[in-house]
């Protein structure tokens, strides 16, 4: 189940960035922000706590642009 939960995040984070992505001309930009300010360089190395934070933050500002 754990595992399965990660892929789950890993996921919505990756479908987040590119509807961030697919809204705003400066995407890259914000996204390497907030993935650099919740020290995560790769999904797949990241923590479970940090997969969680950047999660929050990424789905916020696509909550944001809805």
Known sequence: MGDYSR???IISIENS???I???L???DETVAFIFKKHG???LDKAS???LNELFNE???IEANLR
């Open 17 to 19: 960035v590119d509807f």
């Open 58 to 60: 990424i789905y916020a």
């Open 40 to 42: 995560v360089s790769d």
């Open 7 to 9: 892929q789950d995040l």
């Open 48 to 50: 479970l706590s940090a």
């Open 25 to 27: 001309d400066s995407a």
């Open 21 to 23: 992505e697919s809204c």
